[in-house]
């Protein structure tokens, strides 16, 4: 496995997955930042995804062009229109879910990592706030780990144990931005919204931006999220 | 699920995943084919896909464009030469393998079955001829299923059950030949040479040509492959 430790990290420059940089350089990994340039209309989130790659001086940053509008299927990146119900449902899947993504992000994520004889693939799925995706479930990521490991030469051969890492899976949104500040995240390098307007402002009214809001304050700690104003 | 029966079919415009496109129509479904451009160097290859899916009358065809050369660590895709042995290796994993390729492909072509409501993806693996690959195998496929059921939004709601169908995995190459022969399959429309020289004349060379002459010999049938001259 050789000394250092080494971990592919998927970015979207949102607040879940900066925790999760900080939370694994925190552990003395090697930072391998994988980000998606997926037709989707918040390009701000690349923007974003590079800024942090660079706060945290990731080895590489890596950015995966690909065109799931091609798919379809998602108000993120069709001409659905974002749902702004201002708050979240327990239950139903939102519309800006995009079909299979974290299966074909992990899948990059995976490539990557076997490349880079890489065995830890991190992933800031929750499974409390976005409880209508199912693929931010602990079952759903079991069931990558043990497809990954049957399906990668390295893993085969027994050299490596792919392990997807799932820290922020059971924590609440102000638990998760308790512990980025502990560590030192500047979360006005994030983006959350699904839906910003123009000069990349947060809308502050989308799924995102709710639960966004939410956590600063149920964390009791300032937003430095710029939202537009309503 | 509708009348109307439908697949998504992995083509890569070859031998085997023709085959397949052959069976599935024979079958009654409707094709839904799915190829990707992935920086391979043989492009000959999605050529070949577009004219299989004209001919089998595919009801769309989609060409997903994902760059792997960023990635790196195969043969196909990177500048390290395409291996000339003249024979297949029984246990070894030849260099030409892509870092979790299958994985990257079924992704997509959940993500787009899901957008379709298909419950059925066929892909034309074969365990035999590519023992080497560890993403050929039954328990790789079996694996992939449990986790595209757990992962996706319909299937978790019930209204789908994904089967990722595997009709050549214990097919020997000549076997494969001779079921396309007697579904009409033109075999002069495909591609299979990993390194095909200029006009796109197969190498007859590399592990994908040699397997293809093995199994025409092997059916005793005549190859219509254009073969470059030694």
Redesign the interface.
Known sequence: MGETKKAVVLSSGGLDSTTVMAMVKDQGYDLYSLSFDYGQRHIYELEAAKKVAKAFGAKDH?V?????R????SALTDDIPVPKTGRISENE?PAT????????F???A???A??LCCPDIFIGVNALDYSGY??C?P??IH??E???N????A???GKIRFRIQTPLIHMTKARIITTGLSLGVDYSLTHSCYDPVPKGLACGKCDSCTLRIKGFAEAKVPDPTPYAKP
Chains 1, 2 share one sequence.
């Not at 879910?97 to 974290?102: C, F, G, L, S, T």
């Open positions: 890596l995966i062009k690909i065109d799931l091609k798919i379809g299927g899947i879910y995009v079909p299979a993504r974290n299966t074909i992990l899948s990059f995976l490539s990557w076997e490349v199912p693929d479930r079952e759903y069931a990558y043990t497809m990954a049957l399906g990668v030469k893993a085969v051969e």
